[in-house]
Nanobody, 128 residues
């Protein structure tokens, strides 16, 4: 069963913008945190891009902070990633995730092991 469905990827020139969307199933949307990781062929680990908690708190990876903005629409079970001023090094498959950590309460982070739900991804290519 598919729990997370991404859309919005594509090819843009450096400096361009894209907006990714991820629609979650009822089960996946019950997670405390949703967010985005990215995967580059040949690299061993995925990179945490941005996550958002039910309380609206956000966490960004250092390489994207200030250029990418994560938001959510709880009524639509949807999380968005607005990507501005894109760079060639942002080229990757962007994967939507859902999950949470628990330590005296739910919390979010950019640790991949925290997320039990992973989408199939949408490709973003930045080149001139």
């Amino acid at each position: 069963q598919v729990h997370l469905v991404e859309s919005g990827g594509g090819s843009v020139q450096p400096g361009g913008s894209l907006r990714l969307s991820c629609v979650a199933s009822q089960l996946a949307s019950s997670a405390y945190c949703m967010g985005w990781f990215r995967q580059v062929p040949g690299e061993e680990h995925e990179e945490g891009v941005a996550v958002i908690g039910r309380d609206g708190r956000t966490i960004y990876g250092q390489s994207v902070e200030g250029r990418l903005t994560i938001s959510q629409d709880n009524a639509k079970n949807t999380v968005y990633l607005q990507m501005d001023n894109l760079k060639p090094e942002d080229t990757a498959k962007y994967v939507c995730v859902a999950g949470q950590g628990y330590r005296d309460g739910y919390y979010c982070s950019l640790e991949a092991s925290m997320f039990g739900y992973w989408g199939r991804g949408t490709q973003v290519t930045v080149s001139s």
